[in-house]
């Protein structure tokens, strides 16, 4: 046991993600790192690979707690569920009010929000926060969304801000808000990121299909785009995956790889929690489920065979229809983001977050996996209008879709009628013509609701609720709303 508490920073959970954390912050100059692990072997192992960091290395709980400088800070890093909660209860037994705990796996909100309020019973902080850019983030510089007390961003801020990432001379991270807050965005961020993704397989696999070209020629179109608008870590990144070949076969990585998409929850958390909140999010819904879809070889063997449109997608001039794509790229992503941010601001009506849109926008622009460009697009729409309805009638972003549509519509139709799948681009598509459609068919669905279940209406023409006698005279009649 150390002979007295050094650090000012503790690490409990020494996986791959855990481990580079650890390094991370033991590099900056003003921290000094504690660690331990479960595994004492995992702790050994670490702190003798890296002696430069200078780890306090502990293999017992009390160890660990009796290094660490007041207010005591410790960051969990072990798998989301009772893992968490295991080491949360070993810690909290030992550490007094003031001291400060926080997760930084990937949680769920809800979990996090009863867990503060849990641990805050006892005068202890807890913080959820979410941490983006996988294992090389976490060694050089993530983006992170801490929730919590302001009190506590006090001491953890600071802790923070030494390890994450830059961007145009800024530290991505800002305190999002309290309890479970910064882990609501994160799951946010993740489904945004799904969306994105399955857009970016969707543009790659119209393109193949449509001009033939081999994933390196496509390749250099991906590298094109990201001197555009697109730039981004996910278009980037693509290129490179697209220009790799497989080394046992010599074909291109991408065509070894199978066309199953794996998913780890927090995609499907946010479309759970967009349901919850009444927010449309269909293209993040479709992204989550096209992944759904792909990992069903069976139904999709069987459905082989159905009859589609008997023609392939054939394209006369390949530069305008890349040139399209590459537009109707742009458009699904504004409205992915736009969704996103709508579920943010639903959320934090709901449980009363404070939550700064433009920072939440400034600190993806670096370390995380959406980073982007246009996300200075719109830290400038929400500094124009911190109150602004909804991201995509913002004047940058309008006249951005005012210029993508007619290629939107195009790529979407194309898709269609030569029978291939582009769930996230159509349904994002049907989103931005429903939002601005002056009138939609839901007044018949209100009319059907009435008739088979009493649930009554509202008219365009006097206030009140209706509902109408649909049998015998059919007359109407005002009434309270119906609770069925």
């Given amino acids: 046991m150390p002979a007295t508490a050094t650090a000012n920073i503790g690490v409990v959970g ?5 481990s580079n954390l650890a390094r991370n912050l033991a590099s900056r100059a003003g921290n000094t790192v504690a660690v331990f ?8 192992t670490l702190v003798a690979e890296h002696p430069e960091a200078g780890f ?28 968490t909660d295991a080491v949360i209860g070993e810690l909290v037994s030992r550490f ?4 400060i705990i926080m997760d930084g796996g990937n949680a769920n909100f809800h979990d996090t929000i009863t867990r503060e309020a849990t641990v805050r019973a006892k005068g202890i902080h807890f913080v959820g926060a979410g941490i983006s850019g996988g294992e090389e983030g976490a060694l050089h510089g993530p983006s992170i969304m801490p929730g ?19 961007a145009e001379n800024e530290r991505c991270v800002t305190h999002v808000g309290t309890d479970g807050a910064g882990h609501f965005v994160k799951m946010v961020h993740n489904g945004i990121e799904y969306a994105d993704m399955q857009l970016i397989a969707e543009a790659y696999d119209l393109i193949r299909q449509g001009t033939g070209k081999s994933p390196t020629e496509i390749a250099d179109i991906f590298s094109k785009w990201n001197t555009t608008e697109l730039e981004s870590y996910l278009i980037e990144i693509t290129a490179e995956v697209l220009r790799q070949t497989d080394a046992s076969t010599g074909m291109p990585l991408v065509d070894a790889i199978l066309d199953q998409a794996g998913a780890k929850g927090t995609g499907a958390w946010t479309v759970q929690n967009a349901l919850d909140l009444g927010v449309p999010v269909p293209g993040i819904a479709e992204a989550v489920f096209a992944r759904s879809l792909s990992s069903r070889p069976d139904q999709r063997t069987a459905a082989a065979s159905l009859p589609g449109p008997g023609t392939t997608l054939h394209v006369d001039d390949t530069d305008a229809f890349v040139e399209d794509v590459r537009r109707a790229l742009y458009a699904s992503k504004i409205i ?12 934090a009506a709901l449980y009363k977050w404070n939550i700064k849109k433009g920072d939440i926008a400034k600190i993806w622009r670096g370390g995380c996996i ?14 124009a209008d911190p109150d602004l309805v909804m991201l995509v009638v913002a004047p940058y972003f309008r006249e951005a879709i005012a210029g993508a549509q007619a290629s939107w519509r195009r790529i979407v139709g194309t898709a269609a009628t030569a029978g291939i799948p582009t769930p996230a681009f159509s349904s994002s598509l049907a989103y931005y013509d429903g939002i601005r459609a002056p009138r939609l068919p839901a007044a018949l669905v209100q009319g059907q609701r009435d008739f088979f279940g009493a649930h009554t209406y509202r008219r365009v023409d006097k206030p009140g609720a209706f509902h109408t006698l649909w049998s015998g005279d059919r007359s109407e009649i005002a009434t309270t709303p119906s609770t069925h």
């Fill in 148 to 166: 919590g007390t302001a009190e506590s961003y006090q001491t953890l801020g600071p802790i923070l801000a030494s390890i994450a990432a830059v």
């Fill in 336 to 347: 992915a983001y736009s969704q996103g941010f709508d579920e943010i601001i639903a959320g």
């Fill in 370 to 383: 959406i980073r982007a460009q246009f996300l200075n697009r719109i830290a400038e729409a929400y500094a």
């Fill in 96 to 99: 007094e009010p003031g001291d």
């Fill in 14 to 18: 020494l996986a791959v993600m855990g």
């Fill in 37 to 44: 692990n479960r595994s004492p072997e995992r702790t050994r």
């Fill in 56 to 83: 306090v290395a502990s293999e017992t709980y009390d160890a660990f707690v009796a290094s660490l400088s007041k207010p005591r800070t410790a960051i969990i890093m072990v798998q989301a569920g009772a893992g």
